[in-house]
């Protein structure tokens, strides 16, 4: 109960295949960072836009 194991009592082991499995994943959550920051700022930019999206489709019925 004192000891500073973790409750697993596992710790796996550091390998290439670990490393190189983090660094494919960091650059994914990079590359998703980045198209969701351009969808954000296509998104603020055609807000301001009255002639864009469905609004202009309802208002001219």
């Keep these: 109960m ?3 194991q973790p409750k697993s009592g ?3 082991p ?4 670990q490393t190189a499995r983090q660094e494919r994943l ?3 959550l990079r ?3 980045q198209k969701r920051k ?3 700022r296509t998104r603020a930019k055609t ?3 009255p002639e864009s999206g469905p609004e202009k489709a ?4």
Excluded: I, R
């Design 58 to 61: 309802t208002e001219t019925e």
């Design 14 to 17: 550091s390998s290439d295949a």
């Design 26 to 28: 960091n650059a994914a």
């Design 47 to 49: 807000a301001g836009n």
């Design 2 to 4: 004192t000891d500073d």
């Design 31 to 33: 590359a998703n960072l």
């Design 10 to 12: 596992k710790n796996p």
């Design 38 to 40: 351009q969808q954000s």
